[in-house]
């Protein structure tokens, strides 16, 4: 499975320039709001150093990293949703992924242009909320009609018609969806309509070398706290050279959060020839984690063997681990955990 993210924000607040950071790929980066037309997209490796130590002890030929990608569109600006600077273009691109980073701008410094001529977090986080809440109205409103006058036998038609017009109550009030404590079986519901204020959101704070006691970053933290969501402090660079956070500690941090906010876990296949990462979202049963692998797997299944990664290490591999009695087996129902080391047992 692939993990796919948008970074969005205001436009000329440092996009891109994460983007390249995040990614190692260089891009159009310059002090001009609409520098970045075209979505810059990149698919890279999911660092994970526990491949590297199972890898120590199997001497795979090739180790595989599970994927993330990382999309950089356009700056949103008032009127996006009625196709203003791309808008729509930059809206719909974003809805295709799953969770969204939203950089905002919290140095001062008036030689980088800022379209409102002065930093205020909470001002450019609500221009950019409004855009994705008005784009969702409209979302909610055409399933909503087309629900009204489908004659269809749908089963889920009243109770989806229920939550649409819960969620577009929440909407016009100018509330984003994932700020509503909805139940278990709504937020299930609310998922396939793909809303982009219910995708969770990661804060970036653009920092410069004064970001200690810095008000903006105090401002952006408590909207984070409200909202749930995480806020991550973050120096891209000034004078040209990186001064803060290196790669490896933006991109583990984001990762971490990602992981949190999507429900996902990483279990882990290892032999002679390859040692591999899985993402799988969590509650995966293991029938569900071999077809994932290969449908073969799961046609055939007859069960999971499974060694926790700390016991795998300390008993350096496969056969120490079994010694010391550390296998075990599981069958199809079985939920997988975080860490997993598994082999999928099946007949052809
Ligand atoms: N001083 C300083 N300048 C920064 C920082 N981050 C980005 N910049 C500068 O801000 C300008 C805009 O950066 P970009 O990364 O192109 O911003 P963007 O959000 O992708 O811009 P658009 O694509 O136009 O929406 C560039 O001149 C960057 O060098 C920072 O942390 N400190
Ligand atoms: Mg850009």
Same mark, same amino acid.
């Not at 999911?46 to 030929?61: A, F, G």
């Not at 299930?188 to 959101?201: E, Q, S």
């Not at 000034?238 to 790669?247: K, M, V, Y």
């Not at 499974?306 to 087996?329: L, P, V």
């Given at each position: 499975?692939? &993990?796919?993210?948008?970074?969005?924000?205001?436009?000329?607040?440092?996009?891109?320039?994460?983007?390249?950071?995040?990614? *190692?790929?260089?891009?159009?980066?310059?002090?001009?709001?609409?520098?970045?037309?075209?979505?810059?997209?990149?698919?890279?490796?999911?660092?994970?150093? +526990?491949?590297?130590?199972?890898?120590?002890?199997?001497?795979?030929?090739?180790?595989?990293?599970?994927?993330?990608?990382?999309?950089?569109?356009?700056?949103?600006?008032?009127?996006?949703? #009625?196709?203003?600077?791309?808008?729509?273009?930059?809206?719909?691109?974003?809805?295709?992924?799953?969770? $969204?980073?939203?950089?905002?701008?919290?140095?001062?410094?008036?030689?980088?242009? !800022?379209? %409102?001529?002065?930093?205020?977090?909470?001002?450019? &986080?609500?221009?950019?909320?409004?855009?994705?809440?008005?784009?969702?109205?409209?979302?909610?409103?055409? !399933?909503?009609?087309?629900? /009204?006058?489908?004659?269809?036998?749908?089963?889920?038609?009243? #109770?989806?018609?229920?939550?649409?017009?819960?969620?577009?109550?929440?909407? *016009?009030?100018? &509330?984003?969806?994932?700020?509503?404590?909805?139940? #278990?079986?709504? +937020?299930?519901?609310?998922?396939?309509?793909?809303?982009?204020?219910?995708?969770?959101?990661?804060?970036?704070?653009?920092?410069? @070398?004064?970001?200690?006691?810095?008000?903006?970053?105090? /401002?952006?933290?408590?909207?984070?706290? +409200?909202?749930?969501?995480?806020?991550?402090?973050?120096?891209?660079?000034?004078?040209?050279?990186?001064?803060?956070?290196?790669?490896?500690?933006?991109? !583990?941090?984001?990762?971490?959060?990602?992981?949190?906010?999507? %429900?996902?876990?990483? $279990?882990?296949?290892?032999?002679?020839?390859?040692?591999?990462?899985?993402?799988?979202?969590?509650?995966?049963?293991?029938?569900?984690?071999?077809?994932?692998?290969?449908?073969?797997?799961?046609?055939?299944?007859? +069960?999971?063997?499974?060694?926790?990664?700390?016991?795998?290490?300390?008993?350096?591999?496969?056969?120490?681990?079994? /010694?010391?009695?550390?296998? @075990?087996?599981?069958?199809?129902?079985?939920?997988?955990?975080?860490?997993?080391?598994?082999?999928?047992?099946?007949?052809?």
């Amino acid at each position: 499975m692939k &993990i796919s993210c948008s970074i969005i924000g205001l436009p000329n607040v440092g996009k891109s320039t994460l983007f390249s950071l995040l990614t *190692n790929i260089v891009v159009k980066i310059s002090n001009f709001p609409f520098c970045t037309i075209q979505p810059n997209i990149a698919i890279i490796k999911i660092p994970d150093v +526990r491949l590297y130590q199972l890898n120590d002890i199997v001497q795979s030929r090739t180790v595989v990293h599970e994927k993330i990608k990382f999309i950089d569109v356009a700056g949103l600006i008032p009127g996006a949703y #009625q196709g203003v600077g791309l808008g729509m273009q930059i809206l719909n691109h974003i809805q295709t992924t799953q969770i $969204f980073i939203h950089v905002v701008r919290c140095f001062d410094n008036d030689g980088i242009l !800022h379209i %409102k001529n002065n930093i205020n977090p909470s001002r450019d &986080i609500d221009i950019l909320n409004i855009e994705l809440i008005l784009f969702d109205i409209e979302q909610c409103e055409k !399933h909503i009609d087309f629900l /009204k006058k489908n004659r269809m036998i749908n089963i889920n038609k009243d #109770q989806n018609l229920f939550i649409l017009e819960k969620c577009l109550n929440y909407l *016009n009030d100018g &509330i984003s969806l994932r700020n509503i404590n909805f139940s #278990q079986s709504e +937020r299930k519901n609310i998922l396939n309509f793909n809303f982009l204020t219910y995708k969770p959101v990661i804060y970036i704070a653009n920092v410069d @070398r004064h970001y200690k006691n810095n008000i903006y970053v105090q /401002k952006l933290n408590e909207i984070g706290f +409200r909202e749930n969501s995480p806020v991550i402090l973050h120096c891209f660079m000034n004078n040209g050279e990186f001064i803060a956070n290196s790669q490896r500690t933006i991109l !583990h941090a984001l990762i971490d959060n990602i992981m949190f906010f999507l %429900k996902l876990n990483t $279990f882990f296949t290892t032999n002679i020839n390859m040692t591999r990462s899985w993402i799988y979202e969590s509650e995966t049963i293991a029938l569900d984690a071999a077809y994932n692998i290969h449908s073969d797997f799961k046609k055939g299944f007859i +069960r999971a063997q499974i060694i926790k990664f700390n016991d795998f290490i300390a008993n350096h591999g496969e056969s120490g681990a079994k /010694k010391s009695g550390r296998i @075990r087996y599981e069958g199809k129902n079985y939920l997988i955990e975080e860490g997993d080391i598994i082999k999928f047992l099946f007949k052809n």
